[in-house]
């Protein structure tokens, strides 16, 4: 049964809240268009269970159509990030997470418990692939799926480390199984789609705050309006917000995200912007040196991990698109 382990876990956190308040009715596996994995009654009232491994923001959207169609629905899960959290209340999609977090709202019944963490975490070894600099590699791999099977010293001089870091970073992403043989000559990268959400969170917890160089806002009063008419300089490109703005036309940007190795003061000159630590243009550093785009975007992956790592409902609904249509392997 699909499962079923996560759900009696969550349950079991339930009823320890809601005691003789909640039955567990059945688990079904109807062939119906919209599937569910059980339904628990709370006051007479049905509760329609989708459980699953772990939740992560861009799976939201989708169980916000399940919502839709069943008007109440549980989400269980061993684990949920905060994120996904966050957009699940957003939605009115109730949880509860393998440690016993919950969010309920079906009145009468309103239960709020946070902060439970994991327990009896098993200690990983540390991985070599995902430190700050393998993080560098990782992202050139994912970009450019042919690269690893180019020399060493061609991957190290497109992420910009040092030598030894490409063997490091090999090796660690085949002891996780995200590199495999493919014949006697050629590697290929696996598990796509886990490696690039792990990329993303890892990139975002590690990389991308060391990135960070400083806020600033203009002093045009349209610059809001005019910021896609902004002639860019010296291999700076749009990044998070805007760039998915150009990418999809779906996101009206609130944070003007930049990459870029303009010096502050050239920064100033160039675009008569102010620091300011309330501003609303994020300056970072550009870490790459892959050809620009013709409209001066960062690539496609660095665009939807900037928007997956907010609370934000329509950045990660654009995320989503951007996932579907740029990054998605057939």
């Known amino acids: 049964m699909r499962h079923q382990n996560i759900i009696e876990n969550g349950f079991a956190h339930l009823k320890n809240e809601l005691e003789n ?9 109807k062939n119906t268009d919209i599937p569910y994995d059980a339904v628990f009654v709370v006051n007479d009232l049905d509760l329609y269970v989708e459980a699953k491994n772990e939740v992560r923001p861009i799976q939201v959207e989708q169980l916000s159509q399940q919502k839709k169609h069943f008007g109440n629905l549980l989400v269980i899960a061993n684990y949920i ?38 327990q009896n975490t098993p200690k990983h070894k540390k ?54 043989k493919k014949n006697k000559d050629q590697w290929v990268i696996t598990n796509y789609a886990e490696l690039l959400n792990r990329w993303q969170e890892e990139y975002s917890k590690r990389l991308k705050p060391a ?28 990044g998070g917000e805007p760039a998915a703005d150009i990418l999809t036309n779906y996101l009206q940007p609130e944070q003007y995200t930049l990459y870029t190795r303009q010096h502050g003061q050239d920064i100033m000159k160039a675009y008569r912007w102010v620091p300011d630590d309330e501003g609303e ?18 690539p496609a992956l660095l665009i ?22 740029f990054l998605q392997k057939p």
């Open 304 to 325: 939807y991990a900037e928007l997956m790592d907010t609370k934000d409902s329509r950045c990660i609904e654009t995320a989503t698109i951007i996932y579907e249509q």
């Open 281 to 298: 243009i994020f300056i970072y550093k550009k870490f790459w040196i892959t050809p620009l785009d013709k409209q001066n975007l960062a």
């Open 211 to 238: 990135l960070f160089v400083k806020r600033y806002r203009p002093t045009d009063e349209n610059f809001h309006v005019n910021w896609k008419k902004l002639q860019l300089q010296h291999d700076t490109v749009w």
């Open 127 to 180: 991985n070599r692939a995902f430190t700050k600099t393998g993080i560098k590699v990782i992202f050139q791999l994912l970009v450019d799926n042919e690269l690893v099977n180019t020399t060493y010293r061609n991957i190290a001089e497109k992420a910009e480390v040092a030598l030894g870091t490409i063997t490091r970073v090999i090796e660690g992403l085949k002891e996780e199984g995200f590199l495999v």
């Open 81 to 118: 990030t905060p994120n996904a959290k966050e957009l699940l209340k957003e939605k009115g999609i109730n949880y509860v997470d393998g440690q016993g977090n919950i969010w309920l709202k079906f009145p009468p019944v309103y239960i709020h418990i946070e902060g439970i963490p994991k």
């Open 21 to 29: 308040v909640i039955e567990w009715e059945h688990l079904t596996y």
